[in-house]
């Protein structure tokens, strides 16, 4: 199984592929002191993986622009991007997940002698007044 991930927005759009990437969470949320199903729902996607060395004159690993659009502040319109998340398994594409409007609530990377380069986490929420815009297919093979 695989994932691959774009992010859409600001001034450049950033992808992750198979090689980088380790484990995708899609999370909902609702608050724990309800009684009946609530409207205040929150989406999250928990994303991690391994930063890539760059070689052979590649441009830098694309956690470098995650790095950099955790640090946009809320008041610049670009801290809102599309992410678009492809679960793969025997090369076929079985879960695809589309945040209209994600930003980013955390982003962590570590580094040790033991991991290569390093690691990172990555956690991105949808806006929760654009909920109703976010896209959860599956069911892909059956076309």
Request: with cysteine.
């Amino acid at each position: 199984m695989g994932f691959r991930i774009k992010i859409e927005g600001g001034t450049e759009s950033i992808e992750l592929g198979l090689q980088s990437l380790t484990q995708v969470k899609f999370e909902t949320d609702t608050p724990n002191d309800s009684n009946a199903r609530s409207t205040d729902v929150g989406m999250a996607l928990a994303i991690s993986g391994k930063i890539l060395t760059a070689v052979d004159g590649d441009e830098a690993d694309a956690t470098l622009k995650l790095a950099n659009w955790s640090l946009v502040p809320a008041e610049k319109a670009d801290c809102y991007r599309k992410v678009t998340v492809e679960v793969i398994a025997a090369e076929q594409v079985v879960r695809e997940i589309y945040l209209s409007n994600a930003f980013v609530v955390d982003y962590k990377e570590s580094y040790g002698d033991t991991e290569g380069v390093g690691t990172f986490k990555l956690l991105i929420r949808q806006k929760k007044d654009k909920n109703n815009l976010v896209e959860y297919k599956g069911g892909f093979g059956l076309q």
